[in-house]
Structure formats: structure tokens, C-alpha cells
């Protein structure tokens, strides 16, 4: 079950999606219709999401997508990894966490990075860094959702992908460090669990 918070949060998502423009449905249904025809042929859907540094809007997305597939009862799995490796940034994680994500650290390195719940009767799923093409990423037929302009430009072709999309996020990174850094980062979450809740209720529709 998921945690009462998040499932919460996901409500009040659900009463936004007048706010999602049709441009951005316009990008996000043929995922959708993806992941729709995976589940009619029996296949579980992957959907690996990627930004430049894998430390926070490709995190964050396949965290809110993982949690409303749950929210649905979806079967997929969801992944992230960037054109390089970083570390998941602390700031994203404190985000996801005021969302009402478990979140605890999985060690003592930069990047041995964190152990996120958001369902009680799942085991918590462990986000760290890695470039997209490194375990325990899929290596072939998945989805690949470049979630950043500079991943999208920088990787036109993702091995292994069956599609390829562009859904990119304005980049919480811009406001580190000044007054606005945590309502920018609850403002991104807000987006991108609004955008890919809409998304798999999609799919949902006629799976």
C-alpha cells in the first residue's frame, strides 16, 4: 500500500492536470499508448529515464512514475541514469522526501546513494548515479525519456531503446543556493509527479 502521504500527494496532482498543456499531453501519450500495448502482449514495461548528471530530475521522475503505477496497480518498472555519473543531489532527495518519500542513505561514499520507499508491502528501491547504459539498467526494450534538454541533444540515439522520447524539466539546479532553492525543488517535484501521474492513468485507461 502506498504511504498514506504520498498517495495523498498524488490526489492533489490529480486535480492539476487542467494544468498540464497540450503540448505536453501532446509528448506524453504516445508513452503512454507504449506502455498500454507492452501490458496487452504481456510484456512488463521499462522505462528508463535520463538527464545529463543522473542526480535529480531523471531521480525524481522515475521515482513518481514507480509510485503511480502502484497508485494504479500498473505492472512496469521504472529506471534513470545520465550521460555521466554524479551523485543523487541532496537537495532533489529533500524534496522527495517533504513529498513523502522513506528515504536513507545506502552508505558512506558520495555515490552509494539512497534507499527510497514509498509502499509498504514493496521493498525500497536503491537510487544512486550511473551512467544510463550501466546495471542495473536495462540493456534492451525499454523506453528511454530524456527528462533534460542537454540529454536530449546530447544522446539521439540510446542502444538498446525500442522508442525514444523528449519530455524535458526546467532544471531545479538553476536556483541552488538562493531563497528559492526548496520551493523550486517542490515546484519540479509538483511538475514532473503531475505529468507522469497523467501519464499512466493513461495507459491505464484501457490496459
Not at 498514506?4 to 503512454?32: M, N, Q, T, V, W
Not at 529515464?49 to 503511480?68: D, E, G, K, P, Y
Request: charged share 30%.
Amino acid at each position: 500500500m502506498l504511504f498514506e502521504k504520498i498517495a495523498e500527494y498524488l490526489e492533489e496532482r490529480r486535480g492539476e492536470f487542467d494544468r498540464i498543456e497540450s503540448e505536453r499531453s501532446r509528448r506524453l501519450l504516445p508513452i503512454a499508448d507504449l506502455i498500454r500495448m507492452d501490458i496487452r502482449n504481456r510484456r512488463r514495461p521499462q522505462l528508463l529515464f535520463v538527464c545529463t548528471h543522473n542526480s535529480r530530475r531523471s531521480h525524481i521522475a522515475q521515482l513518481w512514475t514507480a509510485a503511480a503505477a502502484v497508485d494504479l496497480a500498473l505492472p512496469l518498472d521504472t529506471w534513470s541514469g545520465g550521460t555521466e555519473a554524479t551523485e543523487f543531489d541532496h537537495r532533489a532527495v529533500a524534496a522527495l522526501r517533504r513529498a513523502g518519500f522513506a528515504i536513507e542513505t545506502a552508505g558512506d561514499r558520495p555515490n552509494d546513494g539512497y534507499m527510497v520507499g514509498f509502499d509498504s508491502s514493496i521493498e525500497p528501491v536503491r537510487c544512486f548515479s550511473k551512467v544510463h547504459d550501466r546495471p542495473p539498467n536495462p540493456m534492451k526494450d525499454f523506453i528511454a525519456v530524456m527528462v533534460c534538454d542537454e540529454a536530449d541533444r546530447g544522446c539521439p540515439h540510446i542502444d538498446g531503446a525500442s522508442e525514444r522520447f523528449g519530455i524535458p524539466y526546467r532544471d531545479p539546479k538553476l536556483a541552488d543556493d538562493t531563497p528559492e532553492e526548496t520551493s523550486t525543488y517542490d515546484e519540479r517535484c509538483r511538475d514532473v509527479a503531475r505529468e507522469m501521474l497523467w501519464m499512466i492513468e493513461q495507459a491505464a485507461a484501457s490496459s
